[in-house]
């Protein structure tokens, strides 16, 4: 990099070449006020506050836009730049509502810090106060608001709508002294706005705020920064407190959202502040689940499961882990069933959701996690986003992948049966039907071999098993493709040769890809894909999927799964298990133990009795749940934990009590492997304890004594027996966290994996050939039904329908159907629809709408009253057990006029 | 046979022009019927011209029925405005400018190609395809010909820059988005000649290896997108474009997208919103490529450079401005119109020679130049020679061309006032100091003329405008306060007054005026009463009058009636 000199206000500096002024003086420490610029932003140099001399200049210049020049003389703070900024600092505030006593954004805003530095009290001030008639305030939205008459026209919510996130929804109307910002043909509710926010934060005024004031002035409250209990993207909050209540969230400018949230992450976190959290134990009595003492609780869980386990065997009892605590709980818990209870029935949703990922791309790679990071995808040339509808399931990420394609040119190839919303930044769409993924993927890698696109250097170095699956590859042209899954043949050549000759293209999938009789095939699929082009081990490339829930990927990692030990080592390997029976001080079991559906189905049968649930919610979450209704209706004792009591745990025995993500320390791994701080914001409520006490507790009742100071104890024993985790202690995570493999203290984390050999060696190609779902449509039930999740909710709803913002966003369950369909049946738009399946039948309301194809319908699953998981076909992936959520037939039929 | 052409221009039609050649159309004649631009008297429309042979003569405020007597053989002298032979009332109004730009503008059918090229179009263009770029940037060079936007920038030397800019794709924009009140020439131009700016175009993307290009004309010129497209299709059809794309975008009204940078963001789909330069058009101007931007009547200029020869322009003007200018006169005076005269000449030689002189005779008071951008120039410096040296010496600007004529009665406050609130609405909005600072500055000026002037506005007016010129991004911030800055510079003395002494010395703002009845000359002859829309005149045939000073709107409705000078204005 070149450097130049210039001098400022009389004194020589030697700069970076291409900086502007502002830049410039900054990195050599002399500070130039500014007020439209941000360092995430374009530079618009509008407000003209950074104004400053440059010899030779007939005006005066703004420094945050005018780029340095050798030898260039500023002068920073001469009595002219200091008259024209008092004179703009007036001018801003004789046309603003100057109503700092009670704005929300006092001690937090710009333009008052802006005032108080010049000194321009209203003696001093030329212009007369703003007499103007205050405007009327647009508070449709209804998570934020927008108050004209403190809008100083700089336009940053404008670029960070635009720019960061990539919706460009907000945009200057009117001109002159009448320029507001605006969204919407006549107010906010009417436009796209999903309320993530990004406005408010970057709002330099109290123009832009949250419509819901949290009545606390910004210096009375504490601020803590912790990690966002929804989704897998990990943002990194600032959560704001006083007096023992969450009142405010903002996002964090650091790894991974460097600032950003979405509307969940900023607006939908005040059901930690919920009257209806558990604050006591509950124990069944005559039937009545009613108060009871920790002492109670404990001693009546340790009474019936020693009961169950010495008249039954270990293996009669089954606890489910969670994808929603800490790493250091989630380890404590397998860590009891297995050492404490002595069997390896230990499962959690990752079943449902990545089951598939994990078997598949272990077997592929030798690791079953996102290859690369998320702040990685802004700079891929290429972008295949398949089964992932990213803008509502991971918005964070989707605003990477949309700046990837604004802001950098990337093309991206979404294929998916549904028109989602990336769509409408897409280069390519390919819409196949549900469940033919395997063939549409096959047909783009005969396209590749037979144009011959693929990397032969990488296939010969890197991989085996090319010759097998190349006998497979050979039958899929693009034409036979057509036929199975709709995709034009030439479509899918164009996405073949893109995603193929991009100089690094990245694979994004989720759950439309995994949750499938053919999950662990389709993932195998990705993997070849990714292969036979080289796509992998590289920056901005790989196979990336995105993990649901917030620690879902920690879970798996420390071993909640009922095969393998923290770390993915086999209880099935002698070798493995001896290492854990020395570290845990007890013999273990060497079968692996039941996944979720068959716990369930072990229930059913009376293999399992006993069944621990930690912070999940089946009753809602998993497919055929009249099934799992049955199942747990016939369970001997049941546990669970939990923050609310949730559709699943007024079913059990005993109910206990525990402390939300806001209420404790602990980690969690996100998406892309990144082990992540939880810090405590609040006390837990009434007697809620943490999860880790809780289960130390009742370990030592069941006779298997536990006992840890802190969670960062915990931390420190996974770290001694996962290698993945080995270099992991809270000490280091202060920052930016680790992104495993961490094998030693001093190892600096991984960025993306599979750099130089993949984790088993070579990468192995699978030959994988097409069959289809497990049920399709017929004359019975002629619709194809999918489910999956909608940007307002979380999976059960147990959090976000407990919030009020959300609520107004999507208040109920809906069906998404083709107009065309809808027509034909007598469906109105917003009318009720009965939807049937083999399996169960709700009462939904219809959203007509060209996203799902004709003969398809989409359900969002969080609603417990019109539950798709009612309808959904709990077959299973013979390999990972997944069940087929993605795929089922069912019914229409108008249902009654009940309002 | 003989030639009867029709002035359908804008100004034409809308003085009845349609109904001219429409009668003249329905009943045919001996002769050929055609339309033709706007030769610029404005001030007779309609007009027709008749050619006989190698006469010419052109008849001015012609009526349907009087259109049909000329196609049929009459004279009327009456109407005779310019003939070849030196007769006709208004023949000076031509005789004494320098139609250069103008040369085809009311002479040629516009929608006829084969016109314009037997005036000699096109052949620029052949000549230009003989050439290098580096050639014809050079003849430009020498030409000395400066952007007729009003900036006056080198033409050959802003070629040049684009020209050697890194990067395939270059545009090449014509700028038609004339906007300032009262000027028309670009207007013109394209109505009247438009294969002159066409030809410029291709001229100028040769020069510079541009393949596309836009004309971004005011949607309000509906006539002049429809004759540029008309020509841009023929040229095509003719095979003068050789690869050379041209669009017409329209403009949807706002003013600032005449600068440059907010022009490529519109064209662009954006909000026309200015933006800061670096870097310049030259190397990241439209859809960030290379881009050239001249004006309408810059382009007009180089086919006739070329064709011409840099000597033959440059025997017009002066050294550093040469060639020619073209102006719309308006405001006060007799001939409003549309004027090109040598770069040089006096403003007096416009106002007067050309113009006329002032209406009803009052007196010349100041020109308004550069629209609201540009600035006043007073009587006494009507000497002032027109070119981009001398008139910025007297604080306006030269802009784009457009004239306002002031006499005795205009108040220069409000003039003021006038232009600023024009420029207040006209702003973008993204600058504090022309979005919030211009406003305080026009809410200054509304309350000087209502007669709540302080002593501190005048300190306030300079000092905020001044601050302003220095603050703001784009032209229209950086000029803005102009025509303030031009008034106190030469009429302090009416801002002291409406001030001090609540008064409007030119008798134009209506809140420091007052109309009475002078008792000594009232011949109570109740005309005034007639004319006084909100019965504010009070007395009876033989019965002195007077006025009711709270229900008079001050709209000067008696002062105009009165054959005996019996009402007061003070």
């Known amino acids: 990099m070149h450097s130049v000199t210039i001098n400022v206000d009389g004194k020589d500096y030697t700069v970076r070449e291409g900086a502007t002024i502002h830049e410039a003086c900054g990195e050599v420490g002399i500070h130039i006020p500014v007020l439209c610029y941000h360092p995430r932003l374009k530079i618009a140099g509008n407000c003209r506050v950074c104004c400053v001399e440059v010899e030779g200049c007939r005006t005066l210049m703004p420094a945050c836009v005018t780029p340095i020049t050798p030898n260039m003389v500023v002068r920073t703070g001469s009595p002219k730049v200091m008259q024209a900024r008092k004179t703009i600092v007036d001018l801003l505030l004789a046309a603003h509502n100057c109503d700092c006593l009670v704005c929300d954004a006092a001690g937090a805003c710009e333009l008052q810090k802006m005032a108080y530095d010049l000194g321009l009290d209203r003696r001093s001030r030329a212009f007369y106060v703003c007499d103007d008639e205050l405007p009327e ?43 507001e910002m605006a969204a919407g043909i006549h107010q906010w509710s009417d436009s796209r706005c999903d309320g993530c926010g990004e406005c408010i934060q970057i709002c330099p005024t109290g123009a832009l705020s949250e419509k819901v004031s949290s009545g606390v002035r910004i210096w009375e409250a504490e601020k803590v920064r912790t990690s966002c209990a929804y989704c897998g993207v990990g943002c990194q909050l600032d959560m704001w407190v006083r007096d023992g209540r969450l009142v405010k969230v903002t996002g964090a400018d650091v790894v991974p959202n460097f600032g950003s949230t979405c509307v969940k992450g900023r607006f939908g976190h005040t059901f930690v502040n919920s ?103 802004e700079h891929a040339k290429c972008i295949l986003v398949t089964g992932s509808n990213t803008t509502e399931t991971h918005p964070v990420i989707a605003t990477v992948i949309r700046r990837a394609v604004r802001e950098h040119g990337a093309k991206l190839i979404v294929v998916d049966p549904r028109r989602i919303d990336l ?78 000759t991009a100089e690094s293209s990245s694979i994004i999938y989720s759950m439309g890809i995994t949750q499938h009789i053919t999950g662990t095939d ?150 892309e492997r990144r082990v992540i701080l939880l810090r405590e ?116 709803g147990s959090m976000s329908r407990r919030v009020d913002a959300l609520n107004e966003y999507a208040p109920g369950g809906y069906a998404e159907i083709h107009p065309a369909d809808a027509e034909r049946l007598g469906l109105v738009d917003g009318g009720l629809v009965r939807v049937s399946s083999r399996r169960g039948s709700i009462e939904t309301r219809v959203m007509a709408t060209e996203r799902v194809a004709e003969g398809s319908v989409f359900i969002p699953f969080h609603f417990a009253e019109a539950a798709a998981n009612l309808l959904t076909n709990d077959a299973l992936d013979p390999k990972a057990k997944i069940p087929e959520l993605k795929v089922a037939a069912c019914k229409l039929e108008k249902a009654g006029s009940r309002r | 046979m003989r030639k009867l052409l029709v002035g359908t221009g804008t100004c034409g039609l809308s ?76 023949a000076d109004f031509l005789e004494k400018q320098d139609r250069l730009v103008l040369r085809n503008c009311g002479v040629i059918n516009p929608d006829s190609m084969d016109d314009y090229i037997a005036t000699g179009g096109y052949e620029a263009l052949r000549m230009a395809w003989e050439m290098t770029p580096g050639e014809i940037i ?54 009247g000649d438009p294969h002159a700016v066409i030809e410029g175009m291709f001229i100028a993307a040769r020069a510079i290896g541009a393949a596309n290009g836009y004309i971004y004309c005011r949607a309000e010129y509906p006539l002049a997108v429809k004759r540029l497209e008309n020509a841009i299709a023929q040229a095509g059809e003719r095979g003068f474009a050789q690869g050379v794309h041209l669009k017409v975008k329209m403009g949807a009204g706002a003013f600032v997208c005449g600068e440059e940078t907010a022009l490529f963001r519109s064209i662009e789909g954006k909000r026309g919103m200015p933006t800061f330069r670096p870097p310049y058009p030259a190397e990241k101007g439209l859809f960030a490529k290379p881009t050239n931007n001249n004006n309408v009547e810059t382009y007009a200029c180089v086919p006739w450079i ?221 005309l005034c009463a007639k004319a006084c829309p909100v019965n504010a005149v009070s007395g009876q045939r033989g019965q002195v009058h007077s006025i009711d000073q709270h229900k008079c709107t001050k709209c000067g409705a008696c002062y105009d009636a009165c054959p005996f000078d019996a009402i007061i204005r003070e």
């Open chain 1, 275 to 377: 009257e209806e959290r558990l604050k006591t134990p509950f124990v069944r009595l005559n039937g009545v689940l009613v108060e009871a003492t920790w002492e109670e609780a404990i001693g009546e869980i340790a009474t019936r499961m020693a009961k169950i386990r010495d008249e039954h065997g270990p293996d009669a009892i089954a606890g489910l882990a969670s994808a929603r605590v800490s790493n250091e709980e989630n380890y404590l818990f397998q860590k009891m069933i297995r050492a404490g209870v002595g069997t390896n029935n230990v499962d959690h949703c990752a079943r449902l959701c990545h089951a598939s990922t994990v078997a598949g791309l272990a077997a592929a790679f030798g690791s079953g996690a996102m290859t690369n990071s998320i702040a990685e995808l």
């Open chain 1, 522 to 671: 389709n993932v195998l699929s990705v993997a070849n894909l990714a292969m036979l082009t080289g796509q992998i081990g590289r920056p901005s490339t790989g196979v990336n999927p995105l993990r649901g829930q917030n620690n879902v990927q920690g879970a798996c990692d420390v071993g909640a799964l009922p095969n393998v030990y923290p770390g993915y080592q086999q209880v099935a390997v002698d070798a493995v298990r001896e290492k854990f029976e020395k570290a845990w001080g007890r013999p273990l079991s060497p079968k692996p133990g039941l996944t979720v559906v068959e716990m369930v189905n072990a229930l059913e049968h009376g293999k399992v009795k006993g069944l621990i649930i930690m912070g999940e919610n089946p009753m809602v979450s998993d497919p055929n749940l009249s099934h799992v209704e049955k199942s747990l209706d016939s369970a001997e004792f049941l546990v669970v934990m939990d923050i609310f009591m949730t559709e699943t745990a007024v079913k059990a025995d005993v109910v206990l009590p525990a402390a939300s993500f806001a209420e404790k320390e602990g980690t969690f791994t996100n998406t």
């Open chain 2, 138 to 191: 050079q003849i430009m060079k020498d030409s000395g010909l400066r952007g007729r936007g009003g900036a006056g920038f080198p033409t050959g030397m802003k070629w040049s820059f684009a020209a050697s800019a890194a990067g395939e794709d270059k545009y090449i924009i014509c700028n038609a988005d004339e906007g300032d009140p009262g000027a028309f020439m670009d207007r013109s131009i394209i109505e």
């Open chain 1, 681 to 796: 914001v609040l006390p837990p409520p009434g007697q809620a304890r943490t999860d880790w006490e809780i289960i130390c507790d009742l370990s030592t009742a069941m006779g298997y004594p536990m006992h840890y100071n802190s969670a960062s104890d915990i931390m420190d024993e996974i770290a001694s027996v996962t290698p993945i985790y080995g270099g992991v202690h809270h000490k280091r995570l202060q920052g930016d966290g680790l992104q495993w493999p961490c094998p030693d203290a001093n190892h600096p984390g991984t960025v993306y994996l599979h750099k130089d050999k993949f984790s088993r060696g070579k990468g192995l190609f699978h030959p994988v050939d097409f069959i289809h779902p497990d049920e399709m449509p017929d004359e019975e039930y002629p619709f194809l039904l999918s489910t999956g999740r909608i940007l307002f909710h979380y999976h059960t």
């Open chain 1, 137 to 179: 305030v647009d508070s449709s939205s209804p998570v934020l608001q927008y108050d004209p008459s403190k809008c100083i026209q700089c336009t940053r919510c404008i670029r960070a709508c635009g720019e960061i996130q990539g919706k460009g929804i907000i945009a200057a109307v009117h001109r002159s002294y009448q320029v």
């Open chain 2, 306 to 526: 070329v064709r011409n020869g840099v000597k033959a322009f440059r025997e017009r003007g002066t050294e550093k401005s040469p060639g020619t200018k073209v102006f719309a006169l308006a405001g006060k005076v007799k001939r409003g119109g549309l004027a090109e005269v040598a770069m040089g000449t006096p403003i007096r030689h416009l106002v007067f020679g050309i113009g006329g002189g002032i209406k009803k005779d009052k007196a010349f008071k100041a020109v308004q130049m550069g629209g609201p951008s540009g600035g006043c120039i007073p009587e006494h410096l009507a000497d002032t020679p027109v070119d981009f040296e001398s008139i910025p010496a007297t604080g306006a600007i030269m802009g784009s061309g457009g004239m306002v004529v002031m006499d005795e009665t205009s108040c220069m406050v409000d003039i003021a006032r006038f232009f600023l609130n024009f420029t207040c609405d006209e702003s973008c909005g993204k600058c504090t100091f022309c979005r919030v600072g211009n406003r305080r500055l026009l809410e200054t000026l509304e309350r000087i003329t209502a007669g709540e002037g302080r002593e501190e506005d005048i300190p306030f007016l300079e000092t905020l405008g001044r601050q302003i010129i220095d603050g703001s991004l784009c032209g229209l911030g950086q000029t803005a306060p102009n025509p303030i800055l031009t008034t106190l510079r030469y009429f302090r003395n009416e801002y002291e007054a409406h001030i001090q002494e609540k008064k409007c010395p030119a008798g134009s703002c209506r809140a420091l005026i007052k109309f009475t009845v002078n008792p000594e000359t009232c011949k109570a002859c109740t």
């Open chain 2, 15 to 90: 003085a009845g022009a349609g109904k001219v050649i429409e009668a003249l159309r329905n009943n045919p004649g001996e002769y050929e019927l055609s339309g033709t631009g706007c030769i610029g008297m404005c001030f007779v429309e309609p007009l027709l011209e008749v050619r006989d042979g190698d006469s010419r003569r052109i008849y001015g405020e012609v009526t349907p029925e009087l259109a049909l007597s000329i196609a049929s053989g009459a004279d009327p002298v009456d109407n005779l405005v310019w003939s070849d032979d030196g007769r006709g009332s208004h």
């Open chain 1, 423 to 500: 769509v409408d930044n897409a280069t390519l769409w390919l819409r196949q039907r549900n469940g033919s993924d395997v063939a549409w993927m096959n047909g783009m890698m005969n396209v590749i071999v037979s144009e011959n696109l693929l990397n032969r250097e990488f296939i010969a170095e890197r991989t085996e098993g090319f010759d097998e699956f190349m006998k497979v590859i050979e039958r899929f042209t693009p034409e036979r493709v057509e036929e199975i899954s709709t995709i034009p043949a030439d479509l899918l050549r164009e996405a073949a040769r893109i995603y193929a």
